[in-house]
């Protein structure tokens, strides 16, 4: 017998209410939530298509993980605090050890992060999770991606590249079971770096996450500021992990055009300190790497050693 809509909803999303200020969650026509007095509501949703954002097979409790993580990333990137959640699940045949497993990578990242499922749609068709993040911040302190002043230095947090790096291992090694390797696991269960964008806002001058690429996403941050930049490769923070396993140009292939890194991308006034700041969770702190700085004139130019090289290649973009 195949589980109805109702009891999926009930069995994997329905669960009683962990924060204060759901005054209504699942179940009803739609959600009832109290804003705090005085901070701006920060809203962010992402789909994740089976087949173009995960590989058809991916362990399920990684898409759960990844369909959520990629909306708090966005709300990091804000320096935001996040507080409730909305899925919406397209689903082949309700299968029950799928739906079992995504659940268990949701609600883990959602517990973590103190954040409520309070609602969302369950339909059958192809594979989609679309997911939509709510927070709160002071408006004022808000971090955009338009903020950006000649002068001010670029900062990314943690190692960038493992995940396309993960990415490219299980692919090239489909065969075998490749779910204890540390870059696979960097690109199924990337972490928000939510810590670090509360810490940064009102600090830092501008900021986005790191999704499709460095040097596409440093692209669009000097585009929204109406700046350039100067990017050093010699300066880019790859692991020992990575460097390890592939040739040099590759580490920085995927560190530049890679996808999923889902780090922190920032520009700090000049004389302004970088900021400490604890990251909770195994992954302990991510470390804060100087890149660059912003320029007046627009575009991003590579350097190398502080001479300038020319770097082809663009990030990801769905209708290229
Ligand atoms: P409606 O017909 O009003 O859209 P639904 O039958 O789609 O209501 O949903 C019933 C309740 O279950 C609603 O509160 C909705 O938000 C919630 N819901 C549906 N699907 C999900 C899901 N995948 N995760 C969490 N809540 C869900
Ligand atoms: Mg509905």
């Known amino acids: 017998m195949p589980l109805g809509e109702f009891d999926l909803i009930e069995r994997y999303f329905r669960r009683s209410s962990r924060r204060r200020d759901v005054l209504l969650g699942v179940?009803?026509?739609?959600?009832?939530?109290?804003?705090?007095?005085?901070?701006?509501?920060?809203?962010?949703?992402?789909?994740?298509?089976?087949?173009?954002?995960?590989?058809?097979?991916?362990?399920?409790?990684?898409?759960?993980?990844?369909?959520?993580?990629?909306?708090?990333?966005?709300?990091a990137a804000m320096g935001a605090e996040p507080a409730w959640a909305l899925l919406s699940l397209s689903l082949p045949d309700p299968d029950e050890r799928w739906l079992g497993g995504f659940a268990e990578g949701f609600f883990a990242l959602a517990d973590a992060h103190g954040v409520e499922l309070v609602g969302g749609d369950t339909v059958r068709g192809p594979l989609v999770v679309t997911v939509e993040v709510l927070g709160f911040v002071a408006a004022a302190r808000a971090l955009k991606r338009s903020g950006a002043r000649p002068g001010d230095t670029l900062h990314?947090?943690?190692?960038?590249?493992?995940?396309?790096?993960?990415?490219?291992?299980?692919?090239?090694?489909?065969?075998?079971?490749?779910?204890?390797?540390?870059?696979?696991?960097?690109?199924?269960?990337?972490?928000?770096?939510?810590?670090?964008?509360?810490?940064?806002?009102?600090i830092a001058t501008s900021a986005m996450d790191v999704?499709?690429?460095?040097?596409g996403d440093l692209r669009k941050l000097c585009t929204a500021s109406g700046v350039g930049a100067t990017l050093e490769l010699d300066a880019l923070p790859l692991s020992e992990a990575l460097r390890s396993r592939f040739p040099s140009e590759e580490c920085e292939n995927f560190a530049l055009h890679g996808g999923d890194d889902y780090e922190l991308l920032f520009t700090l006034p000049a004389d302004c300190p970088v900021?400490?700041?604890?990251?909770?969770g195994a992954g302990g702190s991510p470390r804060l790497t100087c890149i660059g700085r912003i320029t007046a004139g627009g575009g991003v130019r590579c350097t190398r050693g502080g001479v300038e090289v020319a770097i082809s290649g663009a990030g990801y973009d769905h209708f290229r």
Do not use: C, K, Y
């Open 156 to 202: 990314v947090s943690g190692w960038l590249g493992e995940s396309a790096a993960g990415l490219a291992t299980m692919i090239r090694g489909a065969a075998g079971d490749t779910s204890d390797d540390p870059l696979v696991r960097r690109h199924l269960f990337a972490e928000p770096r939510l810590a670090l964008g509360r810490a940064l806002a009102g």
């Open 275 to 280: 900021p400490g700041e604890p990251e909770p």
């Open 211 to 215: 999704s499709d690429g460095l040097l």
């Open 27 to 75: 179940g009803d026509d739609a959600a009832l939530l109290e804003v705090p007095p005085g901070r701006a509501l920060v809203a962010a949703t992402d789909t994740l298509v089976e087949g173009r954002h995960f590989l058809p097979g991916a362990p399920p409790r990684s898409v759960g993980h990844q369909a959520l993580a990629v909306n708090l990333s966005d709300l």
